[in-house]
């Protein structure tokens, strides 16, 4: 069951990076980064059980605040640029890019 | 039937990142198949003993962040509208490419099979044990959190907020 965890954690991390670099919606980009950092969770949360060490399920915790302030600031922006540019479309967001 | 009832889970978690990253039209629709998966992962960390991470899973992921994302959708009033997607095909191959190779790469070294999981003590993964844990040994990290949560709350309304002075 731990190699099976480990193997969907990697399948849906997998997902996640895809889906970030493919899609142009910027909320579905958020979704995706929100898939990966889950993906990381269920690998700590897997390795916690194989060892028996509890300290990988408090360091999950941690990535699920950091995930949740993420969001906050992440639709923030989103908030932000939509008024300025009516478009959640990533391409056009280039301002800062090289 | 635990093992079953685990793929089972696996596949629903794996069909709900599936339906949000193929959606390419309906944004709420692929933020409720993101619940999907929560929801999924959530039941995979009981079967993994981590009932206390289970259950903040559902709680906070299903509960509030995918209501978030759902407010702001609202808020921005997207309808389904064309977002340019299908451009950009040589840069999507490759995108797709790298992510099937690295999970190929990742499965490929992965071990068939673990040494046979830790002897556990009783109650491992409950709050008590958990918290134990997070109150002693890893205390400062959490008070930490606070910190990064009143940062996050403060710039999360300070750029949502309308600029009401003109400057």
């Known amino acids: 069951m731990i190699e099976q965890a480990v193997a969907l954690s990697g399948i849906l991390f997998a997902i996640g990076a895809v889906g970030a670099l493919v899609r142009r919606n910027v909320i579905v ?70 | 039937m635990n093992e079953l009832l685990f793929q089972l889970f696996g596949a ?75 451009r950009q095909w040589f840069t999507k191959t490759v995108a797709v490419l790298a992510g099937v190779g690295v999970l190929v790469l990742f499965l490929g070294v992965l071990p068939a099979a673990f040494s046979a999981p830790a002897d556990l003590e009783a109650g491992f993964g409950g709050y008590r044990h958990v918290g134990a844990l997070l109150f002693t040994d890893y205390v400062l990290a959490f008070e930490v959190t606070s910190l990064l949560l009143l940062a996050a709350m403060v710039g999360a309304v300070i750029l949502a907020k309308r600029r009401t002075d003109g400057s």
């Not at chain 1, 989103?78 to 280039?94: C, G, P, Y």
């Open chain 2, 12 to 86: 629903i978690a794996v069909a709900g990142a599936l339906g949000m990253v193929l959606n390419l039209r309906n944004v709420v629709a692929g933020a409720l198949s993101l619940v999907a998966t929560m929801v999924a992962l959530g039941a995979i960390y009981v079967m993994l003993e981590a009932y206390l991470v289970g259950v903040l899973q559902i709680l906070v992921y299903a509960g509030a962040i995918v209501v978030v994302f759902l407010f702001v959708v609202m808020l921005l009033n997207l309808r389904d509208q064309a977002l340019g997607e299908g």
């Open chain 1, 29 to 98: 980009v958020l979704m995706c980064i929100e898939l990966m950092l889950n993906a990381v969770n269920l690998a700590l949360v897997a390795f916690s059980r194989q060892w028996g060490d509890p300290a990988g399920q408090v360091f999950v915790l941690m990535v699920i605040v950091v995930a949740a302030a993420e969001v906050a600031v992440g639709l923030g922006i989103v908030i932000a640029i939509f008024r300025n540019r009516e478009s959640v479309n990533v391409e056009d967001a280039s301002l800062l890019r090289w």
